[in-house]
């Protein structure tokens, strides 16, 4: 099935599959199709340009925080790590005239959640930027633990339980084709670069079994970084010009896999942004909407104390998966 300049292949009976695109155009692309344990056959199109415009928006099966209680004074002094860089000034307008990243509350999250741990392994892609393996799996990880650790300058101390877990390369490659279209589930979460469609910086492809009553439980989720039509670097410095921040463009796809949606317009300091500005930092650092939609999917009282080792919790037998296990532990 495709929509909107996406497509899905349809899952087996009792599982949902959602595409979430970053694109160029600032537009959110995607959709969710999800196929009943009856075969029959359901979507959810008219979610698929949410703008949350006030504080959050939340999808049934996950509680909200108290903004009375839960969420700590906006500090004097907010540092956001925006970059001077060259080809930036797009951003700069847009950014400066939305609310600072600490003062906006908009969110909105997906019928999705990380029950236990995210276990991803960097494929035999592509890699973004030309970086070697090792160095876009060390972003990759960065990236990914900016979700996991709500990584944010805001004052929030880190109450989400979030898990993930980084075994090995593998042989395998993202099941997502140049068309944009998520091709099948293969019970392995792949990270790597290819072709996408041109106007595509990234795509996430989420698999999950459904769970009425309560979010959906994520089994699988591939991210691609479109390297085919769009360059990216690892540290954006004065001298840049059109190129993608690895880690900032990173962080966003790992919000998805998470169960984070889309915020639009007028809200372009926050990590979920549809958007992604070249040269541009900001989104590795969440804002305040950002770390509210992650607390209000994942309980404080199922945390692990920051800086536990997070041990891998398969989900299936992976023999073409690489040599040697790497499990980084939290700083």
Not at 199 to 217: E, F, I, L, Q, R
Request: net charge negative; proline share 4%.
């Amino acid at each position: 099935m495709t929509h909107d300049g996406t497509g899905v292949t349809v899952p087996e009976p009792g599982m949902a599959v959602t595409i979430d695109t970053l694109t160029t155009d600032g537009e959110s692309h995607g959709f969710t199709l999800q196929v009943g344990t009856d075969g029959k056959v359901s979507y959810g199109l008219k979610d698929t340009a949410v703008d949350a415009s006030t504080d959050g928006y939340d999808r049934p099966g996950s509680a909200s925080p108290d903004p009375a209680t839960d969420v700590p004074a906006e500090p004097d002094t907010v540092v956001d790590p925006i970059d001077t860089a060259e080809g930036a000034e797009v951003a700069d307008v847009d950014a400066a005239a939305a609310p600072s990243a600490c003062s906006d509350g908009a969110y909105s999250t997906k019928d999705q959640k990380e029950y236990g741990t995210y276990n991803w392994y960097v494929g035999d892609g592509g890699m973004p930027g030309g970086l070697s393996r090792d160095d876009a799996t060390w972003a990759f990880m960065d990236a990914i633990n900016n979700i996991t650790d709500s990584h944010n300058n805001c004052g929030y101390s880190d109450s989400v339980g979030a898990k993930e877990n980084y075994p090995a390369n593998t042989s395998r490659e993202a099941s997502i084709n140049s068309s944009n279209r998520c091709t099948g589930r293969d019970e392995l979460s792949v990270w790597d670069g290819g072709d996408l469609k041109s106007g595509v910086v990234a795509s996430t492809c989420s698999y999950t079994w459904a769970m009425p009553g309560v979010k959906n439980d994520l089994r699988e989720a591939d991210v691609r970084f479109n390297t085919h039509d769009y360059d990216v670097t690892n540290k954006p410095t004065s001298s840049c010009s059109n190129k993608y921040d690895i880690r900032s463009v990173g962080t966003h796809e790992a919000g998805h896999v998470f169960g984070l949606g889309h915020v639009g317009s007028g809200h372009s300091n926050l990590t979920m942004y549809t958007n992604s500005f070249t040269c541009k930092t900001i989104a590795r650092t969440l804002g305040k909407g950002d770390v509210l939609a992650l607390r209000s999917i994942y309980e404080e009282e199922h945390n692990e104390p920051v800086g536990a080792n997070h041990a891998s919790v398969s989900r299936g037998s992976h023999d073409d998966a690489g040599c040697g296990l790497h499990i980084r532990e939290q700083q």
